[in-house]
């Protein structure tokens, strides 16, 4: 009896003590209570703040992130870092980030307040503004005019919203980061079942300037034709692809200099207006349904997608290629997606963190991750693009090149306002409009006022 | 416990322990004292915002209690005794917390966790051994002795093999060198101290001295078992409340400064068109999900009463869908609501050519776009949420049918009552309390729906769903305080649902009274 | 007894017998609903992918069935060779093809290569379009077939080295029921989920121990243990169970930043070892018990600790295999609070919870393997529960609805 207590005694005090062991996992190495932060509510003992990460070990340590859309791509990464780590002489850290659906940005906005977040991290394009005006990104101008840095080796789009300063609302004054690569969208074919279907192979079409919004309805009505699970097109329903074809009718979100919503234009409307009837009438994967896993699986003739998911979709048991977006009726379109890496405004070592934005976006190392088969290069140049066009699958790469040219969209933060906010309300309203709750013209009369609160900073 | 006594008091004499108690409640008032100044004056300690006052309350609170308590115990007062038992008890939780914090062992979890998948065999057999112990109880004696020894033997064996594996010697080490170091010394030595004083405090020879009757060494006895409890709730439920309800108040973002701006967001919250839309969702939810959770799980119930064979396997199958979790049977669901390829609708275009087998009916079978059409979206949250909820209601209906004594029904049976009339004039009423239990608990798990949308609309869909058909004020609280960090706004979403849940379950008792049920 | 009450009896037995069907029937019914996602999910868990992609949905697992052909293992297809379904393999594809149909029969299509049909010159209306007449060769006859419109076919020949034509994607694959048990062990090899479960395992131990602890220690008091304001206390500890727990998650979740134990595992455990409704269970089942106990023990000089674990606790084994069953699925399947206080990055701290929705939005292309998951994460609780079930389900209410 008394054995028992003493062995439940001596259990219950074991377990504590094998709490402590092993400690070196520890990142944060807090050895006080609670602090005096801002936050309301704690019972301040007055100790010593948070030092950010600095493991004990030779020289500098950093952490970096990127979001690998698959394992393939994660896998790239992580090799990239450990070249680099030997070469700059520095301990680096690879993090994949979450997936897309697992609220990266956010992740790394409550990482910057609980000042737990990575050195550098890579951000897509429309989340530059947000993290800028946080003040939570450093300003690496300084770091790169001191460097052999140059503007001009980077494609304009992006650099354009990498150095616009929102207090000036002039560029080049600053640099916030330096752009990974840069993607456009296409068309993913599955090739077997067009042939199939029997339909006019879009390729084809393409290449002899058919390749217009009805042929492409009619396509997709005859793969849809063959029933059963077999759907003629999908893409996913966020702002990307619906935005194609918005831009594709000579319209788009924003006016030109992106201080108001321009959804309401006679051009974007007709475009998604388009766009709701192909959902009405033509065999799509029902809106909000993954197109990705269908598509793969064999069941989908055409899917609207970036060159990021190419490492995936290399891997598919069906024969696949590409095939340009369709001409709209205010001619070809296409995004110019891109995303940047940033530094961390708390991190440890700026000029080393520079030195590792620098270092990945090297010619070099630009040219291994598009070998892997996602995107393009950042850095314009000729080599860049002709290397480019042997990394097949997919055979037609070209149509991705295509959309370099031909007049693309450059993804863009809302320097004006906030663009999560923005999207949330242009993602429920599209929604509504393309499954056909909601009727164009109410659409038309209220989305800009609906998107107003945005603005307003 | 000794019965009432006539208190001893040597005059002039005072025993060693009392003096040590009452010096050591003085240290306590007036370290705190000095405390409280230091804050007042932000000399050595810095605190800003909110915390100073609060602060400063309780460290003042503190010191007069511990000087009071003091004097008492000085004067050999039983209410000294009470208030240095109490102080010493929140002292020593305090001071064991900040230890143990100061020593990393609450996140030192995470060390224990990556090793706990090595122990986890040694754990099983703990277990085994635990079983055998239980199986030994009924066998003969030497059988039992046997076996007991061998259980016991086991768990020793398991239990050692565990902690080792699990990082016991490292662990020891971390720990003893930790906990050298100030301050995690000077905490545990204010915990040992306070330790020493409560246990001091519980000995007859203090309860002679002081006189104590039996019933104010229950008073003592009580706090101390109901002290987890208390100081969990104020810690971890009641604290945060208040703070919640004073955050609301303010526009904090989670990342900086917060500033106090009144009922501005209850005001933006009232003319918030999101917000709205959150509260049409969770009513139209409401109307459909509570009704269809509970009145078929009251027919079902009543008919797993009549106790015929087989109804623990019934009982236990209802429950299943409760017992699995919302992610599991959420994602489930996912695949069974694909509109193209998920068996709901194919369910539905083979039981239509079914019917059209009739000669008369020709129909084509509805193939809804479960969770992309936003007629059906919030419809599909209905099925899953009905689904997941009615076995747990029947299972607590047959419960409280439990009570009723069969000879009642028998009666009524004579009577000539057929199943529907024993349904509403014996069952109802009876089960009536359970009702407004299954009621109340029904509506406030339907109001506060979250991870179904959450995980059935990821990762096309935002949660609110296609065109905020799924959005719920709980989506809106966890976007606004997680995505827009707007922690302020979410505060007032969270007190404006508590207020709503809490109006609905008043009307519910009211009615229920009215009908002089709850006087049971 | 009466005629009439023996009609009556009688009547009444009839009426019981029709009606006890009837109850099972509907008891049946509803079981089957519910148990059959379940049933889904085991089914699905040891599926390829290809077949969870399948339409239409079938429950059972099928793989095809190969042949093995100069050392390469070929699936079997089943398709008809003048009227009999016989096994082939596919030998060649991409064949320019034609969809061919009777005019008369629109619905009944023919997948022929177009090196065997010959056009006649005739044609013919389909479907308001004018299409050509073909001969079209299969076997050894000849039929007058419109074509449709072109595809492309696969050559299928048999053992007996009997040829056939047929669109590779639909020809029906020779299939027999199979399981993929790999599932499992490839579900625990992606990052997390095999420390996901160890983690969970941990975390719901160590808050069922400590609920257990703290609710039969607090109830005990409040039911034993007479000390100034009890009833008010109690009454308004067992209201805080109406609290919901969004209204306090913001605050809870700044003050665990505070406390710095934001994304580690611990956050999981500490604030919950404590809970109103186990206080309140443990605290109705011991009023219950008779106090004669108490006085006896208390003669004999025991303490209210010795008399809570020696007296009370072994009779309350019923209500304390309730509330440890129910703080197990409480702890095991909570959702939202890991969502909030664990980083999605955080592979280490994952509970099973997060880890399977993640896996969710990972694993979108095998679903199978979502399934293989969600059988782990569900198997404990169900086995416990199945364990457990004589006890609480008839203690789960009574104690909770007076």
């Known amino acids: 009896m008394k054995l028992r207590r003493l062995g439940l005694l001596f259990v219950v005090l074991a377990m504590v003590l094998a709490a402590c062991g092993g400690d070196t996992t520890d990142t944060t190495d807090t050895t006080t209570g609670p602090e005096p932060t801002e936050a309301p509510g704690t019972t301040g003992a007055p100790d010593t703040t948070q030092a950010p990460d600095t493991t004990e070990g030779d020289g500098t340590a950093l952490r970096w992130r990127t979001r690998p859309d698959n394992e393939e791509e994660a896998a790239v990464y992580a090799g990239i870092s450990d070249s680099l780590a030997a070469e700059l002489g520095v301990d680096l850290q690879y993090e994949p980030g979450g997936t897309e659906t697992a609220g990266y940005q956010q992740t790394l906005l409550t990482e910057l307040a609980a000042g737990t977040a990575p050195d550098v991290f890579w951000l897509p394009g429309t989340d530059i503004a947000d993290f800028a005006t946080r003040g939570v990104i450093l300003d690496l101008r300084a770091l790169a005019d001191a460097s052999d840095h140059n503007d001009d080796d980077f494609y304009p789009g992006p650099m354009f919203h990498l150095s616009f300063n929102p207090d000036s609302g002039n560029t080049g004054e600053v640099l916030w980061g330096l752009p990974r690569d840069v993607s456009t969208f296409a068309l993913y074919m599955n090739v077997d079942l067009i042939q199939e279907a029997g339909v006019d192979d879009p390729r084809e079409l393409a290449a002899n300037g058919e390749w217009t919004w009805d042929k492409f309805v009619e396509v997709v009505d005859g793969i849809g034709a063959l029933g059963g699970e077999v759907i003629g097109y999908g893409q996913s329903s966020w702002w990307g692809p619906y935005g194609f074809w918005i831009n594709a009718a000579g319209g788009g979100f924003f006016n030109s200099d992106r201080t108001a919503c321009a959804l309401d234009t006679p051009e974007s409307v007709a475009g998604l207006s388009a766009l709701a009837d192909l959902y009405a009438t033509s065999s799509v994967v029902p809106w909000g349904e993954d197109a990705e896993p269908t598509f793969r699986a064999g069941n989908v003739g055409l899917f609207q997608n970036g060159r990021w998911a190419t490492p995936g979709i290399r891997t598919v048991g069906f024969d696949f290629d590409v095939v340009k977006l369709p001409d709209g009726p205010a001619g070809p379109s296409n995004w110019l997606f891109w995303g940047a890496y940033v530094v961390n405004a708390d991190t440890a070592d700026p000029e080393a963190a520079w030195k590792l934005v620098a270092a990945l976006t090297t010619a070099e190392v630009q040219a291994q991750v598009a070998e892997s088969g996602a995107n393009i290069p950042s850095r314009v140049s000729q080599e860049a693009l002709d290397a480019f066009l042997t990394f097949t699958p997919p055979e037609n790469n070209q149509a991705f090149l295509d959309g370099l040219s031909e007049n693309p969209a450059a993804e863009g933060p809302l320097w004006a306002g906030s663009w999560p906010e923005f999207v949330s309300v242009m993602d429920a309203e599209v929604g509504a409009v393309v499954t056909g709750s909601k009727s164009v013209d109410d659409y038309a009369t209220t989305i800009c006022t609906l998107t107003e609160p945005a603005f307003a900073g | 416990m000794v019965a009432d006594a006539t208190p001893v008091r040597s005059t002039g004499e005072r025993p060693v322990w009392l003096v040590g108690l009452a010096m050591w409640q003085l240290l306590l008032g007036v370290a705190t004292a000095v405390g409280f100044g230091m804050v007042a004056s932000s000399t050595g300690i810095e605190i800003v915002g909110t915390p100073r006052p609060l602060t400063m309350a309780a460290l003042g609170i503190f010191s007069i209690l511990a000087l009071l308590a003091a004097t008492w115990i000085w004067r050999f007062d039983h209410r000294g005794r009470l208030i240095a038992f109490i102080l010493n008890l929140v002292l020593a939780a305090v001071a064991g917390f900040f230890t143990l914090q100061a020593v990393n062992v609450f996140n030192g979890l995470d060390a224990l966790s990556a090793t706990f998948g090595d122990g986890l065999p040694f754990l099983a057999v703990i277990a085994v051994g635990w079983l055998l112990s239980g199986w030994s109880r009924g066998r003969s004696g030497r059988w039992e002795r046997i076996l007991l020894t061998a259980s016991r033997g086991l768990m020793i064996v398991g239990a050692a093999a565990l902690l080792l594996s699990v990082g016991l010697i490292p662990g020891l080490w971390t720990f003893l060198t930790r906990i050298v170091l100030p301050p995690a010394i000077i905490y545990l030595a204010i915990t040992v101290f306070s330790i020493a004083a409560l246990r001091l405090l519980k000995t007859s020879q203090v309860t002679k001295a002081f006189g104590s009757t039996s019933k104010q060494l229950e008073v003592m006895d009580g706090i101390a078992f109901v002290s987890p409890n208390i100081l969990g709730f104020l810690a971890f439920l009641a604290g945060p409340l208040a703070i919640s309800l004073f955050v609301s108040l303010t526009d904090w973002d989670g990342l900086s400064e917060a500033s106090f701006i009144g009922l501005r967001n209850y005001i933006d919250l009232f003319a918030d068109p999101f917000f709205h839309r959150s509260l049409l969702n969770i009513l139209y939810f409401g109307l459909l999900a509570i009704p269809l959770s509970i009145i078929p799980a009251l027919g079902l119930a009543s008919a797993l009463n009549m106790k015929l064979p087989g109804m623990r396997l019934f009982r236990a199958l209802y429950f299943l869908p409760a017992v699995a979790g919302v992610v599991g049977v959420a994602l489930i669901w996912k695949q069974l609501y694909n509109a193209t390829i998920g068996y709901i609708n194919y369910a539905i275009l083979q039981g239509t050519e079914l019917l059209n087998l009739l000669p008369f009916l020709d129909l084509t079978a509805p193939q809804p776009q479960w969770l992309s059409n936003p007629s059906t979206a919030m419809l599909s949250m209905v099925i899953v949420f009905v689904f997941s909820t009615i076995g747990f209601n029947t299972v607590l209906f047959v419960a409280g049918l439990q009570g009723v004594p069969p000879s009642l029904y028998e009666a009524a049976e004579l009577d000539g009552a057929g199943i529907w009339g024993k349904f509403r004039n014996i069952t109802v009423p009876v089960l009536a309390p359970t009702t407004v239990f299954v009621t109340i608990t029904t509506t406030i798990l339907a109001l506060q729906l979250f991870s179904e949308p959450f995980i059935l609309n990821a990762p096309q869909l935002s949660p609110n769903g296609p065109a905020n058909a799924t959005l719920t004020p709980v989506i809106y609280l966890y976007q606004n305080a997680f995505e827009r960090f707007k922690q302020g706004y979410a505060s007032a979403i969270g007190w404006v649902l508590f207020l709503i849940i809490f109006v609905i379950t008043l009307i519910y008792f009211r009615t229920q009274r009215e009908e002089g049920v709850l006087t049971k | ?402």
């Not at chain 3, 008779?290 to 309350?316: F, M, Q």
């Open chain 3, 1 to 402: 007894m009466t005629t009439a009450a023996v009609t009556a009896r009688r009547r009444h037995r009839r009426r019981s017998l029709l009606g006890k069907l009837g109850i099972y029937f509907i008891l049946g019914f509803f079981a089957l609903l519910m148990v059959f996602p379940f049933v889904y999910m085991a089914a699905s868990a040891l599926k390829t992918p290809a077949d969870t992609f399948r339409y239409p949905p079938r429950v059972l697992p099928r793989q095809p069935t190969t042949l093995e052909v100069n050392g390469e293992q070929l699936p079997l297809f089943l398709l008809p060779i003048i009227g009999i379904d016989t096994q082939v393999v596919l030998v060649e594809e991409g064949i320019e093809a034609g969809v061919f149909v009777d005019p008369g029969t629109p619905q009944q299509e023919l997948a022929w290569p177009l090196a065997l049909a010959t056009p006649t010159g005739g044609q013919a209306t389909l479907e308001g379009e004018t299409v050509e007449i073909y001969s079209v060769q299969v076997g050894s006859t000849s039929t007058d077939l419109a074509l449709k419109r072109n595809t492309v076919v696969g050559g299928f020949e048999s053992a007996a080295g009997e040829e056939t034509f047929a669109v590779v994607r639909t020809a029906p694959a020779a299939e027999t029921v199979s399981a993929e048990w790999k599932n499992f062990s490839e579900v625990l090899e992606r990052p997390a989920m095999e420390r996901a479960l160890s983690n969970t395992i941990l975390v719901t131990t160590l808050v069922v121990a400590g609920v257990l602890f703290t609710s039969i220690m607090g109830g005990y008091a409040f039911a034993r243990i007479r000390f100034p304001f009890r009833n008010a206390i109690f009454v308004t500890y067992l209201g805080s169970i109406m609290i919901p727990f969004i209204v306090v998650l913001v605050p809870l979740f700044q003050l665990m930043v505070a406390f710095d134990w934001i994304n580690h595992l611990g956050v999981l455990v500490w604030p919950f070892l404590f809970n109103a409704y186990g206080t309140f269970l443990m605290r109705q089942f011991f009023v219950g018990i008779p106090g004669e106990l108490d006085d006896s023990a208390v003669i004999d000089g025991a303490t209210h600790w010795t008399i809570l674990w020696r007296i009370y606790v072994p009779l309350s084994w019923p209500a304390i295999a309730t509330l440890g069953t129910f703080s197990f699925l409480y702890a095991w399947n909570s959702f939202v609070w890991p969502l909030v206080a664990i980083n999605t990055a955080n592979n280490e701290s994952y509970v099973l919870t997060i880890a399977l929705r993640q896996l969710g939005g990972q694993a979108v292309e095998s679903p199978n393997l979502i399934f293989a998951g969600i059988v782990i994460a569900v198997v404990v609780p169900i086995a416990l529960f199945v364990a457990a079930q004589r006890y609480f389900v008839e203690n789960v209410a009574t104690s909770g609805i007076k």
